[in-house]
């Protein structure tokens, strides 16, 4: 969703940058840099359907920023994929991997299509034509693109075949969030849902209040939401409404997370969970509850609904759930909001780690990724919060002051090329 009413998704991502930029006094110059991304590749998908008729998909990648590494960012299928949208997620992307200090640049990627519609033999025929208008772009030391929304591990498992087909041998570093017997990594598929648990639990924490018993509303049950509910509710919080596209659930003496689940596999939706009562998205982000987790798409939270909130929390399980307008409601309504660059940053900060893993041929046990992923997302958290709290500011201008900050200065010790 690049937009919705009148909310640009990138105007808002730049928004953020622009402030950041005023807060941190950042030169004019590397302002003017990090506005705009590296580069920027629009390809058309022919794919053959299977009635023997061929389809044009429009496919796009971009590569906001290298300064500190290889860019690395996800690609997703859904029809209202635009430029301005995988411009945007790619900014996003360069200051989710600096505010939690790995060695990347951010990177996005898209094909403009409803897979829903789509056999999984034309998925793949697609798949391997836009991975193949890409060759180029990406690779290990260069783009190493992840899954998205509506994309899994059997499509990044084709990338890594096409690309391999390509240079003549395998190249699992070239993908993450691959399946585990080519290469992929333990703990990959439930990454993002952990790591937002562990950043609730520190902002809990740091605002007096314990994980057990706190109550839990999951905007987007998906394999982002649905990871979290389950193992937020494992650390005794209580999962109180959720939802998907087709509408949601609620129960205020908390859903049972693992009945929904399996309804979620069993009928592809989060409506008519016989385990409690019928409630719009609308109404879901008005439930009163501790921490409200968005894990969706971009623009939840507007200017018109910003007012309605009624969490004490707000943690951002997608990127760009929030305007620019609605965070100063927040802000000015004393609502305590954990960004997205933060907050949903496990799934990249593994995706790390399969990258990792992947170039040395050695691989980690899941409990060793899951520890060092706390790790990272644990400092990462505390940094930000003592950020905001000696700036005097919000988290999320905490959080893109660090992330800003520290691409600043790798441009800074690099200089601009010649």
């Known amino acids: 969703m ?38 920027a590749l629009i390809v058309s998908v022919p794919t053959r359907m299977d009635d023997g008729s061929f389809e044009v998909f429009w496919g796009y990648r971009v590569q906001h920023n290298m300064d500190r590494g290889p860019c690395k960012g996800g690609i997703r299928y859904h029809p209202s994929v635009t430029l301005d949208e995988v411009i945007a997620l790619s900014m996003w992307m360069t200051w989710k991997c600096a505010v939690v200090n790995i060695p990347y640049g951010g990177g996005k990627g898209g094909v403009v299509c409803d897979p829903s519609t789509i056999s999984m033999g034309e998925l793949e025929r697609m798949t391997r034509r836009f991975v193949s208008e890409l060759i180029e772009m990406i690779g290990p030391e260069e783009d190493i693109p992840a899954p998205d929304v509506n994309t899994n591990d059997r499509i990044m498992g084709w990338l890594m075949d096409t690309y391999s087909m390509q240079v003549g041998y395998s190249v699992p570093a070239v993908v993450t969030g691959k399946p585990i017997a080519i290469g992929g990594s333990l703990g990959r598929a439930q990454a993002t849902g952990r790591g937002i648990v562990f950043v609730a639990r520190e902002a809990l924490r740091t605002r007096g209040m314990p994980v057990e018993g706190a109550t839990a509303v999951v905007q987007g049950y998906g394999k982002v939401g649905g990871a979290f509910a389950e193992l937020f509710a494992d650390m005794g919080a209580k999962i109180i409404a959720a939802s998907d596209i087709t509408g949601g659930v609620i129960n205020r003496d908390g859903l049972d997370t693992a009945a929904l689940t399996a309804h979620v596999i069993d009928t592809g939706y989060v409506r008519d969970f016989p385990g409690g009562d019928a409630i719009t998205n609308d109404e879901l982000l008005a439930v009163e509850c501790d921490v409200l987790v968005p ?18 929390m707000i943690v951002e399980g997608a990127n760009g759930p929030t305007t620019p307008e609605a965070h100063r409601i927040f802000v000015e309504r004393g609502v305590f909001v954990v960004p997205d660059i933060l907050a949903n940053a496990g799934g990249v900060t593994v995706s ?18 899951n520890r060092r ?24 201008n905490a959080a893109m002051a660090v ?4 691409v600043a200065e790798a441009i800074r010790l690099r200089g601009i090329y010649p």
């Open 295 to 312: 894990a969706a798409l971009e623009n939840v939270f507007t200017v018109d609904n910003a007012g309605s909130v009624q969490a004490k």
């Open 2 to 39: 690049s937009a919705v009413g009148s909310v640009n998704v990138l105007d808002s991502a730049v928004q953020q940058l622009d402030e950041a930029a005023e807060l941190i006094g950042l030169e004019q110059g590397i302002h003017a840099k990090l506005r705009k991304p590296k580069r």
């Open 403 to 406: 992330a800003v900050g520290r």
């Open 352 to 369: 790390y780690f399969e990258w990792c893993q992947g170039l040395q041929h050695l691989f980690w046990t899941e409990d060793e990724v």
């Open 373 to 396: 992923m706390e790790s990272v997302m644990v400092n990462a958290y505390n940094e930000v919060y003592a950020c905001a709290c000696e700036r005097k500011i919000d988290m999320r």
